[in-house]
Structure formats: C-alpha cells, structure tokens
C-alpha cells in the first residue's frame, strides 16, 4: 500500500523564507500560497516558523503566535519537520530574523513522476536557479 501511494507523489521541495531585521511575516503572501493549493499545482506537507534572536537562540513559532492571517494554515501540518530540521534551517538565517520553512509536493508533476517511475527512471540530479542569479544570465544574454 505505501508503495503505491509513493508511486503518486510528485517531487517534494522545501524552501526557506527568511525575514531579515524590522520586517516580519505579515500573510500577505498567503492568499498565493492557498491559491497553488487550490489549484491542484503544489500540496503542503509541512511548515514551521522560525525566529533566530540576535543572539542566535532559535525558537520555532506555534501558529496561533502569528495571528490571525495564518490561521487558514491551521490542520495543513503533517508534523514531520523535526528539531533538527529547524537547527539545520535556522543555521542559515541571520540574527534577529524571522523564516518560514515549507515542504511542499509538486503536486502538478505526479502523473509525470509516477509514469516515469513506473518505466523504471529515476532522478539523477534536481537543482534550482537563485532568482538573481537567472535575471543576471538573462541581462548577459540581452548585452
């Protein structure tokens, strides 16, 4: 059964948002969030809010300490994000910070994933391009 259900998961990710200095999650972004949801294209698998003082002591965030905006995330964690995915996530965030760490599915490539592991593929490399790093490439190739 459980191999079954792996074979109709897509790809899974996490990413790590951080807030630096005086700017803090407001849940402006979650109305997109909740629109990839929606829409079939991402499936939230967990999430944990980070805040890393400024003399470095992490603590993680329960939801309600966020207020009310996060509030339609509430029942979306699975739980399985664990101390030290909070350790290893915070050690990449500056003092006096705020971070939102998400694991998602993409959702949108299951079929594809479980097609290609059904012919026997398999990923051999996965990797992401920064943002300022492809606008950089673009504006090389434009001069």
Do not use: C
């Given at each position: 059964?459980?191999?079954?259900?792996?074979?109709?998961?897509?790809?899974?990710d996490?990413?790590?948002?951080?807030?630096?200095?005086?700017?803090?999650?407001?849940?402006?972004?979650?109305?997109?969030?909740?629109?990839?949801?929606?829409?079939?294209?991402?499936?939230i698998?967990?999430?944990?809010?980070?805040?890393?003082?400024?003399?470095?002591?992490?603590?993680?965030?329960?939801?309600?300490?966020?207020?009310?905006?996060?509030?339609?995330?509430?029942?979306?964690?699975?739980?399985?994000?664990?101390?030290?995915?909070?350790?290893?996530?915070?050690?990449?965030?500056?003092?006096?910070?705020?971070?939102?760490?998400?694991?998602?599915?993409?959702?949108?490539?299951?079929?594809?994933?479980?097609?290609?592991?059904?012919?026997?593929?398999?990923?051999?490399?996965?990797?992401?391009?920064?943002?300022?790093?492809?606008?950089?490439?673009?504006d090389e190739?434009?001069?």
């Amino acid at each position: 059964m459980a191999e079954e259900v792996v074979q109709e998961i897509g790809p899974i990710d996490y990413v790590v948002v951080e807030w630096s200095g005086s700017k803090q999650p407001n849940g402006e972004a979650l109305p997109h969030l909740i629109d990839l949801v929606e829409r079939g294209i991402i499936r939230i698998i967990d999430f944990a809010f980070i805040m890393k003082s400024e003399d470095g002591t992490v603590a993680q965030l329960a939801l309600d300490e966020l207020g009310a905006e996060f509030a339609i995330l509430d029942g979306a964690s699975a739980d399985l994000i664990g101390d030290s995915d909070v350790a290893e996530a915070s050690s990449v965030l500056e003092p006096g910070s705020a971070a939102a760490l998400l694991v998602y599915e993409n959702a949108w490539a299951a079929q594809f994933a479980a097609a290609l592991r059904g012919n026997g593929a398999q990923v051999v490399a996965t990797g992401r391009i920064p943002y300022d790093e492809f606008v950089a490439a673009l504006d090389e190739v434009e001069a």
